[in-house]
């Protein structure tokens, strides 16, 4: 279906709008920890499940992105996101306890790990091949900006409201996303009816056991028969998984793709941006707080500096990259990984706020010229009906990949051992830009993949 150049900007922007609120709803909720805990009476470990579980529904369902968007109308699939959202969202406000709370975060979980993946692909799809870089630069936007301003949003609500105004801020907005979809929105793929096939869901089911193995790997200990026992299933879940998609005529997720040159090289660099960005905000607010002395509003206000500025330069990477091609984008942001995380490195024992200010958004600027080049490098190796499974393949890889420098930088922190957090990453980085060097840089039409 034909878009004029206005209804295109409003419909990516609808998208963008609903995806962005939703997308601080992920990272949000870390700085009401405390809050949580005094109503519900309960220990931190337990209220972390409002994360945990969020992103554990929110990776198992990626998958089934593909498999959605070729048996249903996009429009339609969107606005029943968005109200599977709003009526979890109101499950929270009202819960009486925790788990009816839990219920309604694992139904906003869900909304969101189908939508990630799905409104990339429909924005490739809608989008001309030699405009994708900017345009997916704005997707970057929306994605790096709203895990940074998550916690600052939810830090200033609740400075002078109850928890319920972080929930109350998502139902309004998202009411205004729906009202705009009923107007914007319309649903430009083909709708092909296939088998649902229910077996690789179950064996899909792998992949929360391995995130949750992930997040348990700090508080375990050599006699954690439980967690081994999840791990060994999970493995052998994802395994028999790999090999169902493989020999399927019609598999739920295309894996094969993984062997398309270009597209292989998209994912790993994407997830290694990703790894990097996620650990700055979680591991500099920490930084700010036990070396620099900072109070948690100010550690959480040093995080703007750098999130403003990667903002401000993913749409630019994006166009630079449609200008001079994905590659020397791309090896500009490992770049720029490099000199903050080595930044870091060498300068930490100054213990100075503007270094660490510097060094962050030098960090998070590599994100801007690394991560949203990355994964449009790998959707223009794809012909158009593959962009759905490789987006899916690069959403879940990727959130698998976020969890796992979590549980990274947690255990190489310790206590405070800030420099080996800082050294580890640069070593990842160096890895990564060995392989921006094997990326063929093409600017052929996906269309002829």
């Known amino acids: 279906m034909e878009l004029t150049e206005k209804s295109r900007k409003w419909f990516v922007a609808t998208l963008l709008l609903g995806t962005f609120t939703m997308s601080i709803s992920q990272s949000s909720l870390s700085t009401a920890y405390p809050t949580f805990m005094k109503y519900f009476n309960l220990p931190a470990s337990t209220i972390a499940w409002l994360t945990t579980g969020f992103m554990l529904i929110m990776s198992v369902v990626m998958p089934l992105s593909p498999w959605l968007m070729k048996n249903f109308k996009f429009k339609p699939l969107y606005l029943s996101l968005l109200v599977n959202f709003v009526v979890g969202t109101l499950i929270i406000i009202w819960a009486p306890n925790f788990l009816i709370m839990m ?3 694992l139904m906003e979980g869900f909304s969101v790990g189908v939508l990630f993946p799905s409104y990339q692909s429909i924005i490739l799809e809608i989008t001309p091949a030699d405009h994708r870089g900017s345009v997916m630069g704005t997707v970057g936007l929306v994605m ?9 949003i939810s830090g200033v609500l609740l400075q002078f409201f109850p928890w319920e105004a972080i929930f109350a801020f998502f139902l309004i907005t998202l009411t205004v996303v729906f009202l705009l979809a009923l107007k914007t929105v319309i649903s430009p793929l083909k709708i092909e009816s296939t088998r649902f096939d229910f077996i690789s869901v179950f ?10 193995f992930i997040n348990e790997i700090s508080h375990m200990t050599a006699t954690s028969y439980f967690n081994w026992g999840i791990l060994i299933v999970s493995l052998i879940l ?5 090999r169902r998609q493989l020999k399927m005529p019609q598999p739920l997720l295309r894996l094969d793709i993984l062997s398309i040159t270009n597209f292989d090289l998209g994912v790993a660099l994407t997830s290694l941006s990703y790894m990097s960005l996620i650990t700055v905000t979680i591991i500099m607010p920490l930084y700010y707080q036990q070396v620099l002395g900072l109070t948690p509003l100010w550690s959480g206000l040093s995080l703007v500096p750098a999130a403003a500025i990667l903002s401000w330069l993913n749409r630019r990477s994006g166009r630079l990259a449609d200008r001079i091609g994905f590659k020397p984008v791309i090896m500009i942001g490992f770049g720029l990984f490099i000199v903050g995380w ?5 300068l930490s024992g100054l213990k100075s706020i503007w270094i660490a200010v510097i060094c962050s958004i030098i960090i998070e600027s590599g994100n801007a010229f690394a991560m949203m080049p990355a994964t449009t490098l790998g ?8 962009i759905p499974h490789g987006s899916s393949i690069i959403a879940t890889i990727r959130q698998i990949m976020g969890s796992t ?6 255990v190489v922190l310790g206590n405070r051992n800030f420099n080996a957090v800082f050294l580890t990453f ?4 160096i890895i990564a830009i060995f392989l921006v060097f094997m990326i063929k840089d093409t600017k052929r039409d996906p269309a002829e993949a």
């Open 426 to 429: 640069l070593i990842l980085e």
């Open 203 to 212: 064996m899909s089911l792998g992949i929360i056991g391995l995130l949750y």
């Open 342 to 346: 080595a930044a870091l490195l060498v």
């Open 405 to 410: 420098a979590i549980v990274i930088a947690t």
């Open 103 to 105: 219920l309604g975060r």
């Open 144 to 152: 790096g900006s709203a895990l940074a301003v998550g916690p600052i």
């Open 238 to 242: 994802l395994t028999l998984f790999v």
């Open 379 to 386: 959707a223009n190796s794809l012909t158009n009906d593959l």
